[in-house]
């Protein structure tokens, strides 16, 4: 089973400053035949659904403000939020679906400092 | 555009069964044409992929961390997924979501795009 790492755990972010999100997966996600990796990132407030972000590591969903962005390929993925916003606190996961079980990152709380 | 409607709150006791709905609806909605996953949210713990079923079909796969403790079913005629659990635990106490795996117009898949509201189960 392909296993998901994010780092860090969380981290406080000044107003209008980054966040960067890392999200390392134990085997490659990359699909050939398609040549796209099949990772996905998500964000998750309180009290709310889940909402889909990024996905194919680097495509923005749509409606998703372009503050948002990802980036990597293979087994080593990164979100960043620029001129972070008090809305853009919430937990981010990143989530592999190349290989059953699809497995969600442990999480990354993003909070204002 | 594809809506999920999920069943409501279930409080239930230890040793105990139940059974969580997952309604597709809205205009050309084509819910038996996609992936429907099941994904879990425990009290201060992240999102857990349970499996995913193909409702067209009945495709089912699951996480071997829910392998044999929940069951994933669909009706296609009634556009609905379905999730139980069985010999229910504390530690299964939790919010219950499931959601569309999308895919692009060549059939990629790309992510769970569209979720449920979240069905809360207390176990107690």
């Known amino acids: 089973d392909i296993v998901m790492t994010q780092s860090p755990d969380s981290l406080a972010v000044s107003l209008g400053e980054k966040a960067t999100i890392h999200c390392e997966s134990s085997?490659?996600?990359?699909?050939?035949?398609?040549?796209?990796?099949?990772l996905a990132w998500y964000q998750k407030k309180p009290g709310q659904t889940p909402r889909l972000l990024i996905y194919?590591?680097?495509t923005r969903e749509s409606g998703v403000p372009d503050r948002f962005s990802g980036s990597g390929s293979g087994t080593d993925f990164s979100l960043t939020i620029t001129n972070l916003r008090a809305e853009d606190v919430a937990v981010y996961y990143c989530?592999?679906?190349?290989?059953?079980?699809?497995?969600f990152g442990q999480g990354t709380r993003v909070e204002i400092k | 555009e594809l809506h999920l409607e999920q069943s409501g709150t279930e409080v239930k006791k230890p040793g105990e069964s139940l059974k969580i709905s997952c309604q597709g609806s809205?205009?050309?909605?084509?819910?038996?044409?996609?992936?429907i996953a099941w994904v879990r949210q425990v009290p201060e713990a992240g999102l857990e992929w349970m499996g995913i079923i193909y409702p067209g079909d009945s495709d089912t796969r699951y996480s071997p961390s829910f392998q044999g403790h929940v069951l994933i079913s669909a009706d296609r005629f009634a556009y609905t997924a379905y999730l139980q659990l069985n010999n229910l635990q504390a530690s299964d106490t939790g919010i219950y979501y499931c959601?569309?795996?999308?895919?692009?117009?060549?059939?990629?898949?790309?992510?769970?795009?569209?979720w449920g509201q979240g069905t809360t189960v207390i176990v107690s």
């Open positions: 085997q490659s996600v990359f699909k050939r035949s398609e040549n796209k990796n099949y």
């Open positions: 959601a569309r795996m999308g895919k692009s117009p060549t059939n990629v898949n790309y992510g769970l795009d569209v």
């Open positions: 809205g205009p050309r909605h084509n819910f038996n044409s996609y992936y």
């Open positions: 989530q592999q679906h190349h290989s059953l079980p699809w497995a």
């Open positions: 194919w590591a680097t």
